[in-house]
């Protein structure tokens, strides 16, 4: 099974390295007059003026003006920018169109002029006018590589060379889709612990900085020794009112530093992939998360025809975690040499033997794709099971930290009064 997978794939490489080294392309407006002698205008994206004109002679257009637009494409205009969501609607939105005859250049007019978003507009627009200008639909998405990855493109591209675009369109919308809630719902497991800490941190100290220090002015009149508590909470609150800008900044300035090291260094990124897998609750749904993305990504892409070698390298890059994507580069190299996939994935020692097993079956029965995608499968939804498990844990747990701590702050500050009404009971 693995022998017939590693085959070369026609043309993929040297059209994404074509792509890579196109010229620049710029947005240019026109004016002209079509064969009847009415006025026309519109937008398209070329290297220069020359091109433009030369393409509207090809579709009849008898060009008066052409002009370069100064906005900068994608980048600098107004309006709410382009994300992951966006796209995997685009491509639900084309599958569905195409599946139902509406010619490809017409399906991308009519998304790109209706979507809310200007700058999704520009995008299917520009993708349009490519395509009308001859180019593949695969070449004009790699364009804008922010917005189309590798991945992406290779299976536009296979849909086309194979002539089942319509249907390679359909599983990359399906696989958009599941990736993306995939995504959302790791947001969501890692947001809600966050949330409660920062709630918890800004608390107390409003608590510490507003509150404690009015009791302080009230204690300092009984002239009577104060509780080791509440002495202990009053040299916190002066502390945190002499210094709370220095916490400010350190906080501040520690978020900066840290987002700094983190874009810039793998080795620290890597890291971080890896004492998060360790995490308590959090680590076991990145575990089933990473994957469930690398069997979803192994499946759509094998599916699609791309061979295995390749398919394991954009899986390895999809699998968003580094010791993952370890694992999968180490099976990729194991498979090249003639080892068996299920073999390789145990060698590595990170996935289940679940997982491994279900793989050799799929390589004994020659149906892989189909197993890896029943992977896929189970393992989102054990994902969505622990987010919607650690949401229940954690309502109950936000009630328990607040109320430690704001209770504590109360009990400290009304010590010194409850020993009063003793003494004067």
């Known amino acids: 099974m693995a022998v017939q997978a590693i085959k070369k794939k026609p043309r993929a490489a040297n059209r994404r390295t074509a792509a890579a080294k196109a010229p620049k392309q710029f947005n240019y407006k026109w004016e002209g007059a079509d064969k009847k002698g009415q006025k026309v205008k519109g937008e398209m994206t070329a290297e220069t003026p020359a091109v433009v004109k030369a393409q509207l002679r090809k579709q009849g257009v008898s060009p008066l003006k052409v002009s370069k637009v100064a906005q900068p494409l994608f980048g600098g205009g ?34 790109g002029r209706g979507n809310e978003k200007p700058l999704v507009q520009d995008l299917l627009l520009s993708v349009k006018s490519d395509i009308e200008s001859g180019q593949t639909m695969a070449d004009s998405l790699r364009k804008h590589p922010k917005y189309f990855d590798d991945l992406f493109c290779d299976l536009v591209d296979a849909g086309e060379q194979s002539g089942s675009l319509e249907g390679m369109l359909d599983r990359i919308a399906t696989y958009k889709e599941k990736t993306e809630a995939l995504k959302s719902k790791i947001k969501k497991a890692l947001n809600y612990p966050i949330a409660v800490v920062v709630i918890a941190v800004i608390v107390t100290s409003i608590l510490l900085v507003k509150v404690v220090p009015q009791f302080q002015e009230i204690f300092e009149g009984f002239g009577a ?3 080791a508590f509440t002495l202990f909470v009053i040299g916190i609150s002066k502390f945190m009112v002499a210094y709370w800008w ?23 990124r890597d890291r971080q992939d890896k ?25 759509t892409t094998f599916a699609a025809g791309v061979p295995l070698v390749e398919a394991l390298t954009s899986a390895a890059g999809a699998s968003g975690n580094a010791l993952y ?39 004994e029965s020659g149906s892989i794709d189909a197993m ?50 003793n003494v004067v009971g």
């Open 325 to 363: 994507r370890d694992a999968i580069i180490q099976i990729r190299n194991d498979v090249t040499t003639g080892m068996q996939m299920n073999m390789a994935m145990q060698s590595t020692g990170v996935f289940p033997n679940m997982v491994v097993q279900m793989i050799a079956i799929g390589e």
């Open 78 to 111: 107004k309006g709410k920018p382009i994300e992951a969501a966006d796209v995997a609607m685009f491509s639900r939105q084309i599958a569905t169109m195409m599946k139902a005859g509406v010619p490809l250049v017409q399906s991308f007019d009519i998304i």
């Open 225 to 227: 020794e104060l509780p």
């Open 246 to 268: 220095m916490f400010l900044f350190a906080i501040i300035g520690f978020v900066i530093t840290y987002g700094k090291m983190l874009s810039k260094s793998k080795k620290m």
């Open 275 to 299: 004492a998060l897998l360790k995490a308590p609750v959090i680590g076991e749904i990145l575990h089933k998360a990473a994957i469930a993305r690398f069997t979803r990504t192994l499946s």
């Open 372 to 421: 890896l995608s029943k992977v896929a499968d189970i393992y989102e939804q054990q994902v969505d099971d622990a987010v919607d498990g650690l949401s229940a844990l954690l309502e109950p747990l936000i009630m328990a930290v607040l109320g430690v701590l704001v209770g504590g702050l109360i009990i400290a500050m009304y010590l010194p009064i409850f020993q009063l009404g």
